[in-house]
Each structure stands twice: as structure tokens, then as C-alpha cells.
């Protein structure tokens, strides 16, 4: 495994999350651009496939690789589980700051989360809008709402955990470039890079009411791998307790299935865990 992945679990556990510059080639993410630019035209980009990435014709050829399992693998050391949560998106989700941890109910600066989303872009967000921006260090805090008020009152949580303040950072990716994160890590699709200000992170609401003459434009298209993968935990088989009884979810999993003797065999090969429907193994 290459030694540019040696400092990846130090980076992710620090800012929640973890840039990598050139995991493809350039060749290789425009190969990948058609594949995802036929399922993104089958509903002319308005929405994203119902199903699995790993479920889509060529999509899955591309995750199942020692290339894009390496870096996932060396912040888990090898002990990875893939369970059906992933997606090729053909437009950004909503400008909103979110983790999507589920199920979470211990104090994030006192415990791991091993259960992290891997993100690839068919395009650039260097010089482009579009891309995805996180608050670093968030993976520590607690969300702005009721509950974590309860953790704090209920003394689940000390109160340093709400204090989230760290840096905004727009990720600002190239061409064959990954981003990680962990669940708990605050994050928010469409990035709007300033004109002007490009490395200046702001709210994910001020990006949305940014003029577009302040702006550096948008891709025409806008597409995305989001990936996600977990180390076997209590806090993964509580997410995916969470996730599989979520009635947005079910037709995710009723349209994926991960049981090609060909998955099977290249999961096998890249000692890859995988949970069919986040349900049952193997
Ligand atoms: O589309 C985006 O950039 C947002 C992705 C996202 O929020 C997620 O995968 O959790």
C-alpha cells in the first residue's frame, strides 16, 4: 500500500476528514464520467439512481479496486465492512451543514466513530462550485438541535462537545482526488467558492444567498460517488439497525443486491466484508 496513506488515520481522527490528491488518473475518472453520465441521464440529472452504487452496471467495477479500497482500508486497518450505503449523486444535496451519523448516542469527544463515507467528484470543484465543504474538528461536537441539549442535561455529554467552531473548509478537489469523512463530521454539498475568496469557507446559508457574480460557476453536470464503509462495532450495527428500519431508505435496499459470484469473489480478493442490504453477511 502506497506510503502517502501512512499519515490518513492521524489527518481523519484530528479534522474529521481527510483531502487526497490524485488516488486516479485523469483517464480513469473520465471513464467513469460516461458510466455515471448514462445512469444520470436515464432522469435527466432531476435524480439520483435508487439503488446501490455498488448495484450500478460499471460503477461497481470502480469501487470494488485496491485503488479506491487502499485509503478506506488503511484508516480501518484492514478490518472493513461495506454495507449498501452508497450512491451516485447527479446534483448536489441541499446546502445544509449535517453529520450523518445515526443512532449515536455517545459523546463524540470521548469516543471513536469508525463508520466513514468516501467521496469521488466526475469533476473539478477546484476552480468550480459544486464540491463539498466541512467543518474541521466537527466529528468531536454534538449538532445544534433538542437532543444534544438532553445529552448535555442528562451529563451523556460535557458541555466543551457543543462548542463547534472549527474552520470551514471548501475541499476544493482536482480531477482524481478523494475526500473522507467521518459520519459524525459536519459537511455540506454545493460548496460556493468566492470569486475572490476561494479558500474562504462560509456557511453553507451564505453560499445559498451568494450572487453568482460572486461566485465561481458550477460544472453543467454535477456528479458524485459517496461511498460508505465501517469497521465491525456496536456503532454500526446501530446505524444500520437505524438505517434499515427508515422508511426513506427501503427501496434503497429492496433495489440493491450485492450478490454476483463476481462481487463475491472480488470482495473475497480484497479481504472487503460485505453485508447484503446492510442485512445479513454475505
Ligand atoms: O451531494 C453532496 O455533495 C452531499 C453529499 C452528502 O451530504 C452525503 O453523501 O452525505
Same mark, same amino acid.
Given at each position: 500500500?502506497?506510503?502517502?496513506?501512512?499519515?490518513?488515520?492521524?489527518?481523519?481522527?484530528?479534522?474529521?476528514?481527510?483531502?487526497?490528491?490524485?488516488?486516479?488518473?485523469?483517464?480513469?475518472?473520465?471513464?467513469?464520467?460516461?458510466?455515471?453520465?448514462?445512469?444520470?441521464?436515464?432522469?435527466?440529472?432531476?435524480?439520483?439512481?435508487?439503488?446501490?452504487?455498488?448495484?450500478?452496471?460499471? +460503477?461497481?467495477?470502480?469501487?470494488?479496486?485496491?485503488?479506491?479500497?487502499?485509503? +478506506?482500508?488503511?484508516?480501518?486497518?484492514?478490518?472493513?465492512?461495506?454495507?449498501?450505503?452508497?450512491?451516485?449523486?447527479?446534483?448536489?444535496?441541499?446546502?445544509?451543514?449535517?453529520?450523518?451519523?445515526?443512532?449515536?448516542?455517545?459523546?463524540?469527544?470521548?469516543?471513536?466513530?469508525?463508520?466513514?463515507?468516501?467521496?469521488?467528484?466526475?469533476?473539478?470543484?477546484?476552480?468550480?462550485?459544486?464540491?463539498?465543504?466541512?467543518?474541521?474538528?466537527?466529528?468531536?461536537?454534538?449538532?445544534?438541535?433538542?437532543?444534544?441539549?438532553?445529552?448535555? !442535561?442528562?451529563?451523556?455529554?460535557? !458541555?466543551?462537545? +457543543?462548542?463547534?467552531?472549527?474552520? +470551514?473548509?471548501?475541499?476544493?478537489?482536482?480531477?482524481?482526488?478523494?475526500?473522507?469523512?467521518?459520519?459524525?463530521?459536519?459537511?455540506?454539498?454545493?460548496?460556493?467558492?468566492?470569486?475572490?475568496?476561494?479558500?474562504?469557507?462560509?456557511?453553507?446559508?451564505?453560499?445559498?444567498?451568494?450572487?453568482?457574480?460572486?461566485?465561481?460557476?458550477?460544472?453543467?453536470?454535477?456528479?458524485?460517488?459517496?461511498?460508505?464503509?465501517?469497521?465491525?462495532?456496536?456503532?454500526?450495527?446501530?446505524?444500520?439497525?437505524?438505517?434499515?428500519?427508515?422508511?426513506?431508505?427501503?427501496?434503497?435496499?429492496?433495489?440493491?443486491?450485492?450478490?454476483?459470484?463476481?462481487?463475491?469473489?472480488?470482495?473475497?480478493?480484497?479481504? !472487503?466484508?460485505? !453485508?447484503?442490504?446492510?442485512?445479513?453477511?454475505?
Amino acid at each position: 500500500m502506497s506510503e502517502k496513506y501512512n499519515n490518513l488515520k492521524n489527518l481523519i481522527n484530528k479534522n474529521g476528514f481527510v483531502i487526497i490528491k490524485n488516488v486516479f488518473s485523469k483517464e480513469e475518472i473520465k471513464n467513469l464520467e460516461k458510466t455515471c453520465f448514462k445512469h444520470c441521464s436515464i432522469n435527466n440529472f432531476k435524480s439520483s439512481p435508487k439503488k446501490d452504487a455498488l448495484s450500478l452496471n460499471g +460503477i461497481d467495477k470502480f469501487i470494488l479496486t485496491k485503488k479506491f479500497l487502499d485509503p +478506506i482500508k488503511k484508516i480501518l486497518n484492514d478490518n472493513v465492512v461495506y454495507f449498501g450505503d452508497s450512491a451516485l449523486h447527479c446534483k448536489p444535496n441541499e446546502r445544509l451543514f449535517h453529520k450523518d451519523a445515526r443512532a449515536d448516542k455517545k459523546d463524540p469527544l470521548l469516543s471513536e466513530y469508525q463508520i466513514y463515507r468516501v467521496g469521488v467528484f466526475l469533476q473539478d470543484h477546484y476552480s468550480y462550485s459544486g464540491g463539498i465543504k466541512f467543518r474541521r474538528g466537527s466529528h468531536k461536537k454534538l449538532s445544534f438541535r433538542l437532543s444534544s441539549l438532553k445529552k448535555i !442535561l442528562t451529563k451523556k455529554a460535557g !458541555l466543551r462537545s +457543543i462548542l463547534n467552531f472549527g474552520r +470551514i473548509v471548501n475541499a476544493r478537489t482536482k480531477i482524481g482526488d478523494m475526500v473522507i469523512w467521518n459520519l459524525r463530521t459536519d459537511h455540506s454539498g454545493g460548496a460556493v467558492l468566492n470569486k475572490f475568496f476561494p479558500n474562504i469557507g462560509f456557511l453553507p446559508i451564505i453560499d445559498e444567498y451568494t450572487p453568482n457574480f460572486l461566485k465561481k460557476p458550477e460544472n453543467s453536470n454535477r456528479m458524485a460517488i459517496f461511498s460508505s464503509f465501517g469497521a465491525p462495532s456496536d456503532e454500526l450495527e446501530k446505524y444500520l439497525k437505524y438505517k434499515i428500519n427508515d422508511k426513506r431508505y427501503i427501496e434503497h435496499w429492496n433495489n440493491s443486491s450485492f450478490n454476483s459470484p463476481e462481487i463475491i469473489s472480488k470482495a473475497k480478493d480484497l479481504n !472487503l466484508k460485505i !453485508l447484503s442490504n446492510g442485512l445479513t453477511n454475505e
